[in-house]
C-alpha cells in the first residue's frame, strides 16, 4: 500500500505466538483491519478496530493500535500451520469506504 | 450459498481482446468495489459504487469500464487488453458508506494477457 508498511515475512514454529506488524501514515483513519489471504483464495475479514481503541482480542487473536505511533499489531496466540498465509492489514479512510491496504505479510508455520 | 461471487475464476486472453468479469453478492449491501492484485500481492481499489452510483475511481485507464445493473451486481468490463493488466482482480462488497468498511471479497478472477 501506498502508505501502509508491512515487513514481508514471518516464519514462527507451531505453538508459538506470531505477532504481525504495520504501520500506517494517515491518522484519520477510522477503522483498521487485519485481511487473512490463503493461496489461489480471496480475502477473508479477520477482525478490525476503531480508532479509539487500544486493543482487541478475538480468540487466538489479539489486535493492538498505538494510534500516537501509527502502529497496528496482529498477534496469533498458539499458531497452526493453518495460519500459513498472507496478511494484510488495512486502513479506511472516511468517505466513500475506500481501504488502503498494507503491502501483506507472509506467514510460514513449521513444525 | 456464497456470499460474493465472481466468475469466471480463470481468464487467459489475448493482447486487444475485450473481457468482462461478473460478480455478485446476495448479502444485501449497498457498496460494491473492484480491486486489482498484481504479482507482488499488491492490492489496490480501482472502483467503488453505492447503490449502483460510481463514487471511487481510483486513476484507472478509461480501457476499464463498470458497470452496476443493480445494487447486487457489479460487472467489470475491459477493453484492448494489454499484458500489464494481467492481475487477480477480487469484487468485494459491504454494508453501508461511511463508517466501519467491513469488506467481504469474492474468490478473485485471475487474468492472464498473453
Redesign the interface.
Known amino acids: 500500500?501506498e502508505d501502509v508498511e508491512q515487513s514481508l515475512f514471518l516464519s514462527v514454529r507451531e505453538g508459538d505466538s506470531s505477532v504481525i506488524n504495520c504501520t500506517y501514515t494517515d491518522s484519520s483513519s477510522?477503522?483498521l483491519?487485519w485481511?487473512k489471504?490463503e493461496p489461489g483464495?480471496?480475502?477473508?475479514?479477520l477482525t478490525?478496530i476503531?480508532s479509539n481503541m487500544d486493543m482487541k482480542q478475538d480468540q487466538r487473536l489479539t489486535v493492538l493500535l498505538n494510534k500516537k505511533d501509527k502502529h497496528l499489531s496482529l498477534r496469533i496466540a498458539d499458531t497452526q500451520t493453518g495460519d500459513s498465509a498472507?496478511y494484510?492489514c488495512a486502513e479506511?479512510r472516511?468517505?466513500?469506504?475506500?481501504?488502503?491496504?498494507g503491502?501483506?505479510t507472509q506467514l510460514k508455520v513449521e513444525l | 450459498d456464497t456470499a460474493v461471487s465472481q466468475t469466471p475464476k480463470y481468464l487467459v486472453t489475448q493482447m486487444g481482446n475485450d473481457k468482462s468479469i461478473k460478480c455478485e453478492q446476495n448479502l444485501g449491501h449497498d457498496t460494491m468495489y473492484w480491486y486489482k492484485q498484481d504479482s507482488k500481492k499488491f492490492l489496490k481499489i480501482m472502483f467503488s459504487y453505492n447503490n449502483k452510483e460510481l463514487i471511487i475511481n481510483e486513476t484507472v485507464p478509461n480501457r476499464f469500464s463498470p458497470k452496476s445493473p443493480d445494487k447486487a451486481h457489479l460487472n467489470l468490463h475491459i477493453n484492448s487488453l494489454e499484458l500489464g493488466d494481467s492481475a487477480v482482480y477480487f469484487c468485494a462488497s459491504s454494508p453501508e458508506v461511511g463508517g466501519n468498511t467491513e469488506a467481504f471479497f469474492g474468490q478473485g478472477t485471475r487474468l492472464t494477457v498473453v
Open positions: 500500500g477510522t477503522y483491519y485481511y489471504q483464495a480471496g480475502l477473508q475479514l478490525y476503531f498472507i494484510f479506511s472516511g468517505g466513500g469506504n475506500k481501504l488502503t491496504f503491502t501483506g
